[in-house]
């Protein structure tokens, strides 16, 4: 590039004649002007083509010539001298700009290579620093974890008063562990925290740290704590620290790979820093089964702070957040819709809210109502709805009672959900119909009877098809899948079958990779095994004979209620207790 410079400045000249033909065309006085300079000649030659007068310019080398300002003079031409450029001026224009210039291209691509200033500042920490100003978060913005919330109260008091607990002779926790489902607001939580303490927050993800070249990952953690230590007091958080801490040692492959280097240097880090200059990690996880367990020893993360799925004021509180920007409907009830959404976290409750400001406005109206709602529950819950689906008429006759089966074994037995609604317009990927059952309140456990009652629900669409049609078809697939997942966990976890005893064969949240390489070890023998496949068998089998002799019972029921749902495709809680009702009074 450099050559390429030169030349086109210095080089040659494009359209450069002879010094021969240059004195033919001045005595031709064809020369309208020139430039002398002590090594060339610059001017330009007049032309005549067709009638039309051109310009053309020209360049020739310079000849020890004293007759030519005469012959210049004699014609009229107009000459002119120049300076020439000094060794300085040419040394500048022929190395130190093209140099320059290409520097700057090389720092420009350079910095493409990443978003910390490029392959130089590899080892540079990646983490964002957010400024107090920039933190708007605080604890009124979060709801439905008071809990936790209290618990990392102290944490900020920790943060704006340290000298309350050092002059006690108190040492400040060096990190707190977040600990809950996706979604509960481990991520918000700790902003709210920053916010409320008034502090820096520093916030990276635990893959953030880790890269193919060695070293890397251990160089970010020691850039981040350098930077943390110039801002105390602040908050570093780590988020899905299991990324980066899961236990060592577990590598298949073995040897000491850069996940494991960059985890000790953390650990080195979280033991080196002194708390006492008011600076706190937090991280979050969702598989706290999977961290190392020297991450969680006492000096390292002191605290562990559980973010739980909300319950029902918790949720109706989550709502009153995430619709502040909503207009709703004067009818609408945010505690009915938090009883409608048992086990939703608040991620899935903003999503219903978005979900159902977006129903509304499709439908051009002012307010979101609560049937925007409800179908927008649905929509998280079931999937998109498919009308325009064709089914022909056997399967629909089919899928009706199927749906029909489910709701009457749920509507017959006393330990299950209230049937919300019954629909044979398909949902979702593969879902041709589905039965919406919610609880009346929050669930925390189940005893035994309420189990196999909730088999029986999932199986009462497959007995309702054999029954009708004397045939099954495998619309009944997925129930089948949970009916014998909590039949195989009744035995295995909770010690449910009178057979095997109150033995639990396996630990629930135990990750598999810690065990071998090869896949989870079984802490039974193949005898127990084969016990456990047939106490499943048999307590689906007990259920599938239960429920069938209830839908027999139920049969003229079944059959009128699945009519009625192929004529009007939805049926509501309402319709079907009073279909019900009447059915009793005719037999009363």
């Given at each position: 590039m450099l050559v390429s410079l030169h030349t086109y400045l210095f080089g040659p000249v494009a359209g450069s004649i002879s010094y021969s033909e240059f004195k033919r065309l001045v005595k031709e006085g064809r020369v309208e002007s020139c430039q002398i300079t002590s090594s060339l000649i610059r001017g330009t030659i007049k032309e005549d083509e067709i009638g039309l007068q051109k310009k053309k310019t020209f360049v020739t080398a310079r000849v020890d010539d004293p007759e030519l300002v005469k012959e210049l003079e004699a014609k009229g031409i107009k000459y002119s001298g120049d300076y020439e450029s000094t060794g300085i001026q040419k040394f500048l224009f022929t190395w130190i700009i093209p140099i320059g210039i290409f520097f700057l291209i090389w720092r420009f691509a350079f910095k493409k290579f990443g978003p910390t200033g490029g392959v130089m500042s590899f080892g540079r920490s990646k983490g964002k620093l957010y400024a107090q100003e920039d933190l708007k978060f605080s604890f009124n913005d979060v709801a439905g974890i008071d809990e936790a919330k209290e618990e990392l109260s102290e944490v900020v008091e920790f943060l704006r008063t340290p000298h309350k607990f050092?002059?006690?002779?108190?040492?400040?926790?060096?990190?707190?562990?977040?600990?809950g489902a996706p979604g509960t607001g481990k991520?918000?939580?700790?902003?709210?925290?920053?916010?409320?303490?008034?502090?820096?927050?520093?916030?990276?993800?635990?893959?953030?740290f880790v890269e193919m070249f060695v070293g890397v990952g251990a160089a970010r953690v020691r850039d981040m704590f350098n930077q943390a230590d110039q801002k105390a007091p602040c908050i570093i958080f780590i988020d899905e620290l299991d990324a980066l801490g899961k236990t060592r040692g577990i590598n298949p492959i073995g040897g000491h790979d850069e996940r494991e280097q960059t985890l000790n240097q953390l650990l080195v880090e979280m033991d080196g820093f002194d708390s006492n200059k008011g600076f706190i990690i937090m991280s979050a996880t969702n598989r706290p089964e999977t961290l190392d367990p020297a991450l969680l020893r006492p000096g390292r993360f002191d605290r562990q702070v559980v973010v739980d799925r909300p319950d029902l004021?918790?949720?109706?509180?989550?709502?009153?957040?995430?619709?502040?920007?909503?207009?709703?409907?004067?009818?609408?009830?945010?505690?009915?819709?938090?009883?409608?959404?048992p086990g939703f976290v608040g991620a899935d409750l903003a999503n219903i809210v978005n979900e159902a400001a977006l129903l509304a406005a499709r439908r051009n109206k002012q307010t979101v109502g609560t049937s925007e709602i409800e179908e927008a529950i649905e929509r998280v819950m079931a999937g998109l709805e498919k009308k325009k689906r064709l089914i022909n008429k056997k399967e629909k006759e089919i899928v009706a009672h199927h749906e029909c089966g489910h709701a009457l074994v749920a509507s017959s037995l006393s330990t299950t959900d209230k049937v919300k609604k019954i629909s044979i317009i398909p949902r979702g990927v593969a879902a041709l119909g589905y039965t919406l059952q919610l609880?009346?309140?929050?669930?925390?456990?189940?005893?035994?009877?309420e189990l196999v009652d909730r088999i029986s629900v999932l199986l009462g669409g497959r007995v309702a098809e054999e029954l009708i049609f004397n045939e099954v078809s495998t619309g009944a697939q997925n129930d089948l899948e949970k009916a014998s997942d909590i039949a195989r966990r009744m035995v295995k976890y909770y010690g449910m079958s009178d057979k095997l005893g109150i033995v639990t064969f396996e630990q629930e949240n135990k990750p598999a990779f810690l065990i071998g390489a090869l896949g989870p070890k079984k802490e039974y023998s193949e005898e127990t095994a084969r016990e456990i496949d047939l106490e499943v068998k048999r307590i689906v089998d007990e259920t599938y004979r239960k429920t069938k002799e209830i839908l027999e019972k139920k049969k003229d029921m079944l059959i009128k209620l699945a009519k009625t749902l192929m004529e009007k495709e939805i049926i509501e809680e309402e319709e079907l207790e009073k279909i019900l009702n009447e059915e009793k009074e005719k037999k009363n």
């Open positions: 050092t002059n006690l002779g108190g040492k400040i926790p060096k990190g707190v562990l977040l600990v991520t918000l939580l700790a902003k709210a925290v920053a916010g409320e303490a008034g502090v820096p927050f520093f916030s990276i993800s635990g893959s953030e004021n918790g949720r109706e509180a989550i709502l009153r957040i995430h619709t502040k920007g909503v207009k709703l409907d004067t009818n609408v009830n945010l505690k009915s819709i938090a009883a409608m959404t609880p009346t309140e929050d669930r925390y456990m189940m005893t035994k009877v």
